[in-house]
């Protein structure tokens, strides 16, 4: 893997950069869709690809582990050729979907043993295991298997917790560094900043992670219920720490607002379920700001979803058939819904990109927040 700034914000630590990895580049700053099981859900591989040009996507250890599981990848030749998706490809390393998912759970050195969501199985997560799964997954970029502590946690908590994820991380390095790739394409693993909103804590966390020298880094545990200018203040301390020529990833972030403010403190990639999942209960993220289409509002508005845009969807459909398609539960209307909101997503992206480069970026930002905090 390979990084490279092409520019900086004069009045903001924003920058614009290019990932490249095995599978093709990656111009940052990003927004990666999630595709948790194999698929972004709701949304076709030719239409990330052709429709709204996502550069790399997402998927998740805990759920392709479970299922289809590694020996039906390892014969496929990986999740790239499951899937049929030729680009990047990040996953995360199971090390938060296991606190979230399962449902028996118990942390211990080792390792984190948990019970399936699917049928109750039991299973064993180690940070040797998690790199062993990620290496037959054949993910570009693989994530360490780290703790992300809950909102709100006791100090005492999160200090042990950053002193086990750094030792699960030491393990993961050794894990990753003694085995090969599996399908003839280099891998790279990012290790991940913890420390819950503790800023002491955050900065040995930072300082731990920067120290192990990885190609790039990630920040977790935030946006778990923190009020989003503790989240912010997290990202500054650590963005401060973590070196500026690699690439910064803050995971499971978030509002278009929170990312937009994150970018202006030198993230680089992102993730989040929140265009995909929201789009699926009718909320849609506009140029305008966020509306719930399923507001009988729009019941007789034929005017289309996103009227200044390049996405075909967005010019053929109106308010009031959307609304009446997420209405009915349709699956065209949750389709249309999510690849709208990925689009809008990756559109901001981009726009951010280019205003760093054009060295507007600060203003455009500030312009922007206040615009996306309008509710229709
Ligand atoms: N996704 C969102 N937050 C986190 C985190 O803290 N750790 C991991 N592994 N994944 C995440």
Redesign the pocket.
């Known amino acids: 893997m390979k990084f490279t700034l092409q520019a900086k914000d004069p009045l903001s630590k924003a920058r614009a950069g290019t990932v490249t990895t095995a599978h093709g580049e990656i111009q940052t700053p990003i927004f990666m869709p999630v595709g948790t099981a194999g698929t972004v859900k709701a949304v076709h591989q030719r239409e990330l690809e052709q429709d709204i040009n996502a550069q790399i996507i997402l998927g998740n250890t805990y759920h392709l582990y479970l299922r289809p599981g590694l020996d039906t990848l390892e014969k496929a030749g990986g999740l790239h050729k499951f899937i049929g998706w030729d680009r990047p490809i990040l996953t995360?390393?199971g090390?938060?979907q296991v606190y979230s998912l399962s449902k028996v759970r118990k942390i211990k050195e080792e390792g984190v043993t948990f019970n399936s969501h699917i049928d109750g199985s039991k299973h064993l997560f180690t940070p040797e295991y998690a790199m062993d799964i990620q290496r037959t997954i054949g993910a570009d970029i693989i994530?360490a298997f780290?703790e992300?502590t809950p909102y709100p946690c006791d100090y005492k908590y999160a200090a042990e917790s950053i002193k086990m994820t750094h030792r699960w991380l030491k393990r993961c390095c050794t894990r990753f560094d003694n085995t090969q790739p599996k399908y003839g394409f280099d891998q790279t693993l990012f290790p991940?900043v913890?420390g819950s909103v503790y800023k002491d804590l955050r900065v040995k966390s930072a300082e731990f992670i920067a120290s192990m020298d990885r190609e790039g880094n990630a920040i977790?545990?935030?946006?778990?219920g923190e009020p989003a200018e503790e989240m912010y203040a997290m990202t500054e301390v650590v963005c401060d720490i973590l070196p500026y020529e690699k690439p910064r990833y803050l995971?499971?972030v978030g509002t278009p607002i929170n990312i937009l403010e994150n970018i202006a403190l030198g993230i680089d990639m992102f993730d989040c379920v929140m265009p995909t999942r929201n789009a699926r209960n009718g909320m849609l993220f506009t140029k305008n700001g966020i509306i719930n289409i399923r507001n009988k509002k729009w019941e007789n508005d034929f005017s289309p979803i996103e009227p200044d845009s390049d996405l075909h969807v967005d010019l053929v459909t109106s308010k009031a058939y959307l609304r009446h398609l997420v209405h009915s539960k349709e699956m065209l209307g949750a389709q249309i819904a999510t690849l709208h909101n990925l689009h809008f997503y990756l559109w901001l992206v981009k726009q951010a990109r280019e205003k760093i480069i054009s060295g507007e970026f600060y203003e455009w930002k500030n312009q922007m927040v206040k615009v996306l905090g309008n509710k229709l």
């Open positions: 995360d390393s090390g938060y994530m780290d992300c991940i913890q977790g545990g935030l946006s778990v995971m499971g």
